[in-house]
């Protein structure tokens, strides 16, 4: 009968030390980060930390693991419109949330911490063409598309616009890019109608209400 | 009358480091190199090392600054084609080149050393901007192209691709997503017409004689 709180708060702390990594990696890259900075920001002793990891590398795996499930994207019919809308949720995401922008530094920087794993691209893709696969079935893909490769395309793209973005104005420009992106992209990508049908819009909470 | 040789012998020890540098954060990232190791693999002593760079940061911004310097496009009369050809030629040379390879590195991870600074993207852009104008000039871009938005694009795009590639294969697929970007971007660039005679080939040496 004990065991239930004391599980619950195992987790809790575990969430804790999660996050708390999360935002010394944001800060700090990988090797700036240290095991020590990341107890005292999530407030645990190093008995609590260990329970849980044993590493900074380990730690940096879990971050980065979790890519997919910090982007809580909000449940909608799959569509080409709805690829747009998840780049911008996408860019909103990495504005305001530190577990997202430390996966995604992570990722990127990955070559610090131990082989490059591609698993967190892999994941985009398959998102990418869960979309893509959706809006082929609707009739709004042009024959020549490789919903595949347009995925692949994008999520390493997106990668490098977010990157460029961050160091040049710290992120502000970066429904900019994806505007930009879209209207360089989409003639190859929907017939003339389809286009005509869809809107560019920054992710706002209202819109997900 | 001895000033010349020794002079030669200074820029010959620079040009060493700065070499040795290159290998030493293309392998380790900013981070997990060092002035010793860096040192080591040059061959000079400390005296020789400080009487160039007196820090690690130093010889980080002198190999990123260089970027423009490393990358040695062969001259030829601006168009779009060449802009294509220079997406390629910038492939081959992060495949074959420690020296560009290790200042891209250092653009994309800046965060680890000092302030951000986009320099390495803007002469990026700029150096694309001058491609564009000329094919504008040549007619050879679509009326709703604007070349700095689509420059500021590309730049941004390539950073991402050539990182997710060298995640997933270690660059080889590279010259493969170069094409699947002109393949979804040139509908939305240039006429049907100009399209047509545009070639994808991957850089080799034979092209360059």
Redesign the interface.
């Known amino acids: 009968m004990m065991t239930e709180p004391r599980q619950q708060r195992a987790v809790k702390t575990r969430e804790a030390i999660v996050y708390a990594a999360a935002h010394v990696f944001d800060e700090c890259?990988?090797?700036?980060a240290s095991i020590s900075k990341i107890m005292d920001h999530a407030g645990v002793t190093q008995g609590g930390m260990y329970f849980h990891f044993k590493s900074k590398q380990e730690l940096a795996r879990v971050v980065m693991e979790k890519q997919q499930e910090f982007v809580a994207f909000p449940v909608g019919e799959a569509s080409l419109q709805r690829l747009i809308d998840l780049t911008f949720f996408m860019a909103h995401a990495l504005q305001t949330n530190v577990l997202v922008r430390a996966s995604v530094?992570l990722?990127?920087?990955?070559?610090?911490f131990g082989k490059?794993?591609?698993t967190a691209?892999?994941e985009w893709v398959d998102q990418l063409c869960f979309f893509l696969y959706a809006a082929r079935e609707r009739g709004e893909l042009l024959d020549?598309v490789d919903e595949r490769?347009?995925a692949?395309?994008l999520?390493?793209?997106?990668?490098?616009?977010?990157?460029?973005?961050?160091?040049?104005t710290g992120r502000e420009d970066l429904n900019e890019?994806l505007v930009?992106?879209w209207?360089?992209?989409?003639?190859?990508?929907a017939p003339a109608h389809v286009q005509a049908a869809l809107v560019m819009r920054p992710y706002s909470r209202e819109q997900a209400a």
Do not use: C
């Open positions: 890259g990988y090797s700036g530094r990722a990127v920087e990955q070559g610090e490059p794993d591609p691209y892999h020549e490769e347009f692949i395309l999520t390493g793209a997106f990668a490098g616009m977010q990157i460029y973005s961050n160091i040049a890019r930009a992106w209207k360089y992209t989409l003639p190859a990508l």
